[in-house]
T-cell receptor, first 115, second 113 residues
Framework: AQSVTQLDSQVPVFEEAPVELRCNYSSSVSVYLFWYVQYPNQGLQLLLKYLSGSTLVKGINGFEAEFNKSQTSFHLRKPSVHISDTAEYFC?????????????FGQGTTLQVKP | EAGVAQSPRYKIIEKRQSVAFWCNPI?????LYWYQQILGQGPKLLIQ????????DSQLPKDRFSAERLKGVDSTLKIQPAKLEDSAVYLC???????????FGPGTRLTVL
């Protein structure tokens, strides 16, 4: 069965600094990987997704992630963060061997951007 | 384009009472999802609909939770009777089909006292 582990519960960082949010997955079949962002009192919004093809995926708001099959990781990165990036970030994997829509989410990482 | 609408936004009930949540997906979206998000955790899928049929309800506690999407558009999620551990945010999401991006509503925050 698939599972997702987000290695950091909180990541504090200063504005304009780079950031990496770590995500590891466990799966014995093909994976489809996602990063979502949740701003306070809002629903989740898709940042980016990996379905196939290039292992470097670019998303919205300047975020990117790299799929690493050998390390079973899908870490999220941004070269320079803004105060407005303060939010909860969730990594997710699709359950099963095809893209069925059934997502398994990690526990989330709180990104705290300080001025 | 209007997003996914949910109501109410907040609900406080006592244990053993019943409660219902409503979701209106984005127009034209065939797939609808209900998630439960307990504080400090990621969302957990409760049920997935394709039009008005259930695709997956393997994680829905069927002894107390029920959901329907009668006309393949709006959906309701009901809890009867509620337990303390049901306190959570209930998120509704929709997508064009199961392989497409899921769009989430703002959620309903349920507190069971």
């Amino acid at each position: 069965a698939q599972s997702v582990t987000q290695l950091d519960s909180q990541v504090p960082v200063f504005e304009e600094a780079p950031v990496e949010l770590r995500c590891n997955y466990s799966s014995s079949v093909s994976v489809y990987l996602f990063w979502y962002v949740q701003y306070p009192n809002q629903g989740l919004q898709l940042l980016l997704k990996y379905l196939s093809g290039s292992t470097l995926v670019k998303g919205i708001n300047g975020f990117e992630a790299e799929f690493n099959k050998s390390q079973t990781s899908f870490h999220l990165r941004k070269p320079s963060v803004h105060i407005s990036d303060t939010a909860e970030y969730f990594c997710a994997v699709n359950h099963g061997s095809s893209n069925t829509g059934k997502l398994i989410f990690g526990q989330g990482t709180t990104l705290q951007v300080k001025p | 384009e209007a997003g996914v609408a949910q109501s109410p936004r907040y609900k406080i009930i006592e244990k053993r009472q019943s409660v219902a949540f409503w979701c209106n997906p984005i127009s034209g979206h065939a797939t609808l999802y209900w998630y439960q998000q307990i504080l400090g955790q990621g969302p957990k899928l409760l049920i997935q609909f394709q039009n008005n049929g259930v695709v997956d309800d393997s994680q829905l506690p069927k002894d107390r939770f029920s959901a329907e999407r009668l006309k393949g558009v709006d959906s309701t999620l009901k809890i009867q009777p509620a337990k303390l551990e049901d306190s959570a945010v209930y998120l509704c999401a929709s997508s064009l089909d199961a392989t497409d991006t899921q769009y989430f509503g703002p959620g309903t925050r349920l507190t069971v006292l």
